[in-house]
């Protein structure tokens, strides 16, 4: 049911987006779309601004924008990813056809094409699974699984428990080995563990595709059923040993640095000494584990559960991993239950636009460099740099304004913020992918291949200097993201053009819309995260215990605001948002929110500014911001994202931020008690 999930621990980096943000697909044939920044069309005038903003701000776009029936939600994000699929294709269609290329056009092209090649995946049904499931059924013994696991997990195959490199918390400038939690299907360790009517139910379908692709497998239907029955037993022992989700948003959570022999000696059934040994890392006799009493749990597991139901594990991961790859039929039932179960997708996407996204999730730098030469104009990336200045300047006077916080501790933080890396628009060295074999008739083995590529790339990274030109996000991604262990922010080209950029639009939307993706990412830096960790990226305390507490404080009225709010009301019941989950992202949208108005601020100045469309500049910046977040979700995709998402819905990102800004409720004339004004407000930054 997923992609292949190579770094699963990678993902606690703090975006803008969910990292698993579906982009779209559209009836219209004419791409790229114009989409505008400021849209008086979306606006629903008969919503009181002070009542429901986000009604006022994106109604009539959420009327007139149903979710298109092979996505499961649909928002103006959305638009945009869309219109750089359409501009990826083009690329990709002209590098797969005859005629001269470069190395990397032909590279990608090829990519491309296997993955269009559907004759011939279907020709080849599941042989391509083979080679792997044949090595698991091999395996005699148990002090055979560990050394399975370390093939698996070089082929990118996620099983068991995850390993890989990370930034050293302790000393940012080198990488060292993690060793970390992992090994579940679905997407949290609630699935397995939860007793409602929802959670009982999603198990019983869970069985249900686990039978069928064992089925589809080879299997025979009574075996296949005692399968999935092991299947899901084995993953709920891992669930239940698993950190939940909103702890380890605590980097302190995860920060053990050990000794390979004390891990090994704590856990001895991992064979962990042979572990390392085998799977292709650098030799290293120090690590940080995320969790060791994951591993102390599953340690007693390994001993008593039998050899086979290991085995059956082993091959549902890779049958699980595979399936996308492989003939209709498996991609058929990866689709019903990953995307129209789990998601409430009614239909599967276009080949096109999934072959697409295969490319540019595992040859993503080759394709990138290809389409920054194409979109991204030598002028973008230094009137960005503009925009970012312009708000660290404003954070820089938030932070001196601050009446909760001492001299001392806005010392260390301007020394933070002044040491704050921008990276725009893509990485200053192109990623190497000539040792990726890429065979125009071999789409899994592909896409294996690019895998083991981007797993080795990752280990190669331990007991070295860290590299911090590396990114974590193609070029073409329409996201951004701040790294705490680096310190610095990122914006791919994909997203600084309409409606988060335009070169014609006035400053008001531009601050409003791009102006607070920055501030939101800037303020990262100071979250309940991104604040344990100093200027170099290191995990250190620079703050006076009494400014930690007013922190703390003022932390905890944003969580117990967004945990007021409901995600999600179905026959199922209802579920609100996860404050303390979600509380890094809604402390930068409301941080954001406030420092690039600020910027705007500075900018206009005391000059008066005419008002355009009827609005004045003020209520234009509040209006663009809303009105980025236009979107549309399914019930089900909603229920998802309220259980895995760090990120609120696009409602609560607006309606949850403006009411907190008394900036937004003098620039509408809203009034004490009305819904939008909340008393007191949440502030942190
Ligand atoms: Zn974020």
Redesign the pocket.
Known sequence: MRIRVVLTFVMLF????SVAQTAPSSSSSEFPKQIPSFDLTAMDKTADPCVDFYQYSCGSWMKNNPIPPDQSRWGRFNELSDNNLYILRDILEKAQAPGQHTAIEQKVGDYYSSCMDEATIEKKGAAPLQPAMQRIAAVKSKQEIIPEVANMHRDGIAALFTFNSMVDMHDSTMTIANLDQGGLTLPDRDYYIKDDAKSVETRQRYLEHVQKLFELAGDKPDVAAAEAKTVLAVETGLAKAAMDRTERRDPKKRDHPMQVTEIAAAAPSFELVQYFADNGSPKFTSLNVGNPDFFKAVNEQLKTIPLDDWKTYLRWRTLDTYAPTLSKAFVDEDFEFGRKYMAGQKEIEPRWKRCVRSTDRNLGMALGELYVDKVFGPDSKARTLKMVQAIEQAMHTDVGQLTWMSDTTKQQAYVKLQAIVNNIGYPDKWRDYTTVVVARDDYAGNATRAAAFEVQRQYNKIQKPTDRKDWNMSPPTVN???RPWMNDINFPAGILQPPFYGNNMDDAVNFGAIGVVIG??LT?GFDDQGRKYDAEGNLKDWWTPEDAKAFEQRATCTADEYSSFVAVKDDKGEVHLNGRLTL??NT??NGGLKLAYMALMNIIGNTPVKPIDGFTPQQRFFIAYGQIWCQNVTDQQARVLAITD??SPGRWRVNGAVQNSAAFQEAFSCKAGQPMVREPACRVW
């Open positions: 703090a975006t803008f987006l951004a993201y701040y939101h990412e990262h890094g992202e930068a949208d760090p990120h």
